[in-house]
């Protein structure tokens, strides 16, 4: 089990742009995926962003391609989320995630389901102002 620590959230104005940064603790000697979600009050948990370990393929969510990047820095097990051009609509809790690699015919991939990732950051909030 991985324990994650997110930092970065805030309040800004329509446009802005804000980095979360999500830290997990001890060695991690397996290839895992790294994931960003958000959950908004009275919606879903949904899949923002994720990355693959080994080669750093990352998946978007057609909502936020083009304004949200995705990164991992392997040695820390630390990921990031740089939003930019942020959306009243992007406003949520995000948590960052860590889960299982899938490997379909020697092709890695992510899960996107909640049920995927089994460590979980506690959350941190941001709010999109117009």
């Known amino acids: 089990q991985v324990q994650l620590l997110e930092s970065g959230g805030g309040s800004v104005q329509a446009g802005g742009s804000l980095r979360l940064s999500c830290v997990g603790s001890?060695?991690?000697?397996?290839?895992?995926?790294m994931a960003w979600f958000r959950q908004a009050p009275g919606k879903e948990r949904e899949a923002v962003a994720t990355?693959?370990?080994?080669?750093?393929?990352?998946y978007y969510a057609d909502s936020v391609k083009g304004r949200f990047t995705i990164s991992l820095d392997n040695t820390r097990l630390t990921h990031f989320l740089q939003m930019n051009s942020l959306k009243p609509e992007d406003a949520a809790t995000y948590y960052c995630?860590?889960?299982?690699?899938?490997?379909?015919?020697?092709?890695?991939?992510?899960?996107?389901?909640?049920?995927?990732?089994?460590?979980w950051g506690q959350g941190t909030q941001v709010i999109v102002s117009s």
């Open positions: 995630a860590k889960g299982d690699s899938e490997l379909n015919d020697g092709v890695f991939s992510c899960p996107t389901a909640p049920s995927g990732f089994d460590s």
């Open positions: 001890g060695a991690v000697y397996t290839t895992y995926c």
């Open positions: 990355i693959h370990s080994a080669d750093h393929i990352t």
